[in-house]
């Protein structure tokens, strides 16, 4: 690998909602509470067990990128907002290049 790649952690966190316009509320309310840099928005189909029963529905996920000191505000934030009784909230650390992990912090507000 060469020097000239900085590379920083970030944060990612993923969920999953019903519909499209659930997944367009959460996006919207965290990146304009600045809690989240960007969140993406993609159809699924999810297959599990709820409440004994096998379901096979379409979902949207939600990935947001975000910083480690920004997570627990996020986290508290999406779990409020959330409409499934039970949401899903992944979150893993990934390593970006410097540049994008710069254009992450800009997008985070702490205050």
């Keep these: ?10 944060c990612v966190v993923t969920t999953t ?5 659930d997944a367009r509320r959460l996006a ?3 990146v304009r509470s600045r809690l989240a840099a960007c969140a993406q928005t993609e159809p699924i189909t999810s297959h599990y ?3 004994q029963a096998l ?5 949207w ?3 947001f990128k975000t910083l480690p000191d920004a997570l627990a505000q996020l986290a508290q934030r999406l779990r409020a907002e959330h409409p499934y009784e039970v949401p899903q909230l992944l ?8 540049d994008y992990a710069q254009w992450v912090r800009e997008g985070i507000d702490l205050a």
């Design 49 to 51: 067990v709820w409440q």
């Design 55 to 59: 379901h096979e529905d379409g979902e």
């Design 28 to 30: 919207r309310s965290m």
């Design 17 to 21: 909602v019903a519909s499209a316009e």
């Design 91 to 98: 979150v893993r650390t990934e390593q970006c290049l410097g």
């Design 1 to 10: 690998m060469s020097a000239e790649y900085s590379w920083i952690a970030i």
């Design 61 to 63: 996920r939600v990935v």
